[in-house]
Every structure is written in structure tokens, then in C-alpha cells.
């Protein structure tokens, strides 16, 4: 089955700072998705992406669908300390019950 | 509204108890879904329901059984379950199981532990 790849697994950074994560698949999603999750809530979607080549924002959040549509990123500018969480990418195929998870990256942002 | 709301928050229940978790959603919704999460993981599907039917079931214990009475409601009964599957169970909405801006929204979730 399609598997994601998510890097990075983990993020230290200093409030202020620029974040950017990203995943990569061997098959092709027709949608990509970008959750965000805290301890012990539901993921909270940020970000849905529906074409290829797509570049959507949300805030200080950008994502992008990327050409090949094997792959996706997210960007998160001037970080800081409620952007702490779980990050996790979702890639769907036509079928939404095909829908995949990256193993997640957690931030963690420094004041 | 694009809320998910479950019930209860947290439930703690020995390996004999019968309990019921709950999920509704009002965004008028047709594909709702229940999820397994364990800590540190991402969450993991167990059943999908398109219309009030049961469409996917991803080869989940008997011991879990979904119930979908009506297009807003979601039901997971629990019965003899086992400590380990002690986890956070996620419901998710969606227009439909298929075609496009078709993203799931997630319920808060309930914190369930077996003892």
C-alpha cells in the first residue's frame, strides 16, 4: 500500500524561527492534507491541497502540493510557543478510506 | 459549524464492562470513520460508514462493534476489551468515502483505559 515518508521525526527550534516539514510517497495522492494535533486532543486539519503544483496559506502556515504529486510540504514562519504539537500529513487517493498518515513531526518551540 | 464532538472525554473500564462511545457531527456529512490512536503513532482506520452503512472494516476485533443510527450519530459499543487496546479513539467526518475536497474533520476524542 502507499506509504508516506515524514521528516523531519522531530523539531527544536527557537520562538521565532521558520519551520518546514515535508512528505514523500511512492504512489499518488489526489489530495493532501496537513493536521496539526495536541496531547491528548483530535488533529485539528490546517491545510487541505487539491491540485498539483497547488500553494495555499493559512496565517503564518504554507503548503504546497507538489508537481509530481507524490509529495508535499509545510511551512510554518515566525514560530511560536502555542505552534508546539504534533504535525501530521495526510495523502488520499479517490477514495477517502484510502487515506494515509506520515508518522507525524513534533515541534517543539524554545521561548 | 465544521465541529466532530464525541463522548465521554475519558472512560476507564475493566476487561467485563459493556461501554458505548459516542460521536455526532452536524455538517451534514455522509462518511464517518472511527480511529485508533496510540501514543506517539499516528491514528489508525478501523471502520468507515458511507450513508449509515458500514463500507469498511479494517479487520477490528469483535469485541468493537459500530453502530451508525442515523447520517449525524456514530456508535463504537465496546465489550470485553483487553489493556491493550487502551488508546485515544478518534471519529472523523467527511462529505462522502470518495471524490475530491472531500478532507475528514476530527472529534476531540475519547481517552479510553482497560483495566
Known amino acids: 500500500g502507499q506509504q508516506l515518508n515524514q521528516s523531519p521525526q522531530s523539531m527544536f527550534i527557537q520562538e521565532g524561527e521558520d519551520v518546514s516539514m515535508n512528505c514523500t510517497s511512492s504512489s499518488i495522492f489526489n489530495t493532501w492534507l496537513w493536521y496539526k494535533q495536541d496531547p491528548g486532543e483530535g488533529p485539528v486539519l490546517l491545510i487541505a491541497?487539491?491540485?498539483?503544483?497547488e500553494l495555499t496559506s493559512n496565517g503564518r502556515l504554507t503548503a504546497q502540493f507538489g508537481i509530481t504529486r507524490k509529495d508535499s510540504f509545510l511551512n510554518i514562519s515566525a514560530s511560536i510557543p502555542s505552534d508546539v504539537g504534533i504535525y501530521f500529513c495526510a495523502g488520499l487517493v479517490v477514495s477517502a478510506n484510502d487515506m494515509r498518515f506520515g508518522a507525524g513531526t513534533r515541534l517543539t518551540v524554545k521561548p | 459549524d465544521t465541529e466532530v464532538t464525541q463522548t465521554p472525554k475519558h472512560l476507564v473500564m475493566g476487561m467485563t464492562n459493556k461501554k458505548s462511545l459516542k460521536c455526532e457531527q452536524h455538517?451534514?456529512?455522509?462518511?464517518m470513520y472511527w480511529y485508533k490512536q496510540k501514543a506517539k503513532k499516528p491514528p489508525e482506520l478501523m471502520f468507515v460508514?458511507?450513508?449509515?452503512?458500514?463500507?469498511i472494516n479494517e479487520s477490528v476485533p469483535s469485541r468493537f462493534s459500530p453502530e451508525c443510527p442515523n447520517s449525524s450519530l456514530l456508535n463504537l459499543h465496546l465489550h470485553a476489551l483487553q489493556p491493550e487496546d487502551s488508546a485515544l479513539y478518534l471519529c472523523a467526518s467527511s462529505r462522502r468515502t470518495s471524490g475530491v475536497n472531500n478532507e475528514q474533520f476530527f472529534g476531540p476524542g475519547t481517552r479510553l483505559t482497560v483495566l
Open positions: 491541497l487539491y491540485k498539483a503544483g
Open positions: 460508514y458511507s450513508y449509515e452503512k458500514l463500507s
Open positions: 455538517m451534514g456529512h455522509r462518511a
